[in-house]
């Protein structure tokens, strides 16, 4: 019978204890990988990235021009390098960098920094750029409420497409 009682008391003390957990984060991370098959496991690229949603607010209030900006939400967008890299004309080594974005009225540069673990673009330090490269802005039909990266290409050529709105940029980078 004592027994009993305190199984009783244990189970409702754990019962009134119990974890109240934080709301889904409206941004969740996702992640893009190059080469893009799930059964290729020799990956190149791999890029971790929050996604904001636009929820009808403006892309030009989130994303101003001639700004830095972070390439997503919350943590700066990370790039894990696994295999050497041409982007633009800067040969890159493996390593973990970030990802920003430098938007212009016609064109986005696309930059890739060597500091890591960073929150948005606050601390942004321009002296640890690794490459820069300028990207045209095109518009499509398709709308896309949330921030999205994915890769295409073949092979060593790999082209990293990023797109929110109506807004996309196609990246080029060669995997060497």
């Not at 080594?93 to 986005?108: A, D, F, M, Q």
Request: glycine content about 6%; proline content about 5%; aromatic content about 10%.
């Amino acid at each position: 019978m004592k027994r009993l009682i305190f199984v009783l008391l244990v189970s409702c003390s754990t019962l009134t204890q119990a974890q109240k957990f934080k709301k889904l984060d409206a941004s969740p991370m996702d992640r893009v990988f190059y080469p893009m098959s799930n059964r290729v496991s020799d990956k190149a690229i791999i890029i971790t990235y929050s996604r904001p949603q636009l929820k009808g607010r403006e892309l030009e209030e989130l994303v101003p021009a001639n700004k830095v900006w972070r390439t997503g939400a919350n943590e700066a967008t990370e790039i894990r390098i696994l295999k050497p890299i041409k982007f633009g004309e800067t040969t890159i080594k493996t390593g973990t960098y970030t990802l920003y974005s430098y938007p212009k009225e016609e064109s986005t540069e696309i930059i890739i920094n060597s500091a890591t673990y960073v929150w948005g673009a606050y601390n942004y330090d321009q002296t640890k750029d690794v490459a820069r490269l300028e990207v045209p802005v095109l518009e499509s039909s398709e709308y896309l409420e949330a921030f999205s990266l994915i890769f295409s290409g073949k092979g060593a050529d790999a082209v990293l497409h990023g797109g929110w709105g109506n807004i996309r940029v196609s990246i080029p980078i060669t995997i060497l």
